[in-house]
């Protein structure tokens, strides 16, 4: 899914140099600034952290639309998008490489950004420049991945974020069918029993 230029206008920072504002870098191919990159990935991540936090107790399943005969199932979506988050940024990433490194140590377990640096003997630079990427990189991704992209959060959480086959036409004839019951109608019954006859 390619940027829209409403969203690039949101996202961006009114105070970014490289853009003032307008969220793309260049006016005739509307590439994304690197602060709605940013933007991007910091509203997904934010969403990671409630997530993650959250108390097992309060996850709940929720109805989504389905395709076929059963129009509806249910899942767990906050389940579902913390493991979309981690296997998308592992796919970006690449497993095994520094930024996934960096990525899995601060951004996954939460770990300080001076224990990073240390463990992984980067200056300050270096560690900021690796984060400034690896947040760019993830943010297209969570934006651009199909059919469900991770952005807009609120979207991927609706219950109504899969597609629904059409609904079928039915001939007059099926229209017109008559369903039997599948118990008999009470009332003679139930008169009967009032009135005591057998």
């Known amino acids: 899914m390619n940027f829209q230029r409403s969203d690039l206008l949101t996202l961006a920072r009114a105070t970014c140099p490289a853009c003032h504002g307008l969220g ?3 006016s005739d191919t509307a590439e ?23 108390p ?33 940024a592992k796919r970006v990433l690449v497993d095994g490489t520094l930024e996934y490194r960096i990525f899995k140590a601060h951004y996954l377990l939460g770990a300080d950004a001076a224990l ?25 991704a969570f934006y651009e991945t199909e059919p469900f992209s991770l952005y807009p959060v609120v979207e991927y959480f609706s219950p109504g974020n899969l597609p629904c086959d059409p609904p079928v036409e039915r001939s ?27």
């Open 24 to 26: 793309f870098t260049h």
């Open 32 to 54: 994304p600034c690197p602060c709605v990159l940013t933007a991007v990935f910091q509203s997904c991540y934010q969403r990671f952290r409630e997530c993650a936090t959250r």
């Open 56 to 88: 097992k107790y309060l996850s709940m399943p929720t109805p989504l639309r389905t395709r076929g005969a059963a129009r509806y199932s249910f899942g767990r979506k906050s389940e579902e998008y913390l493991a979309d988050f981690a296997l998308i």
């Open 172 to 198: 007059p004839a099926s229209a017109a069918r008559t369903f039997w019951p599948v118990v008999p109608p009470l009332a003679p019954i139930a008169r009967s029993v009032l009135t005591g006859a057998q």
């Open 116 to 140: 990073v640096r240390h463990q992984l003997r980067l200056d300050r630079q270096a560690f900021t420049a690796t984060c400034d990427s690896i947040r760019q990189r993830l943010g297209r």
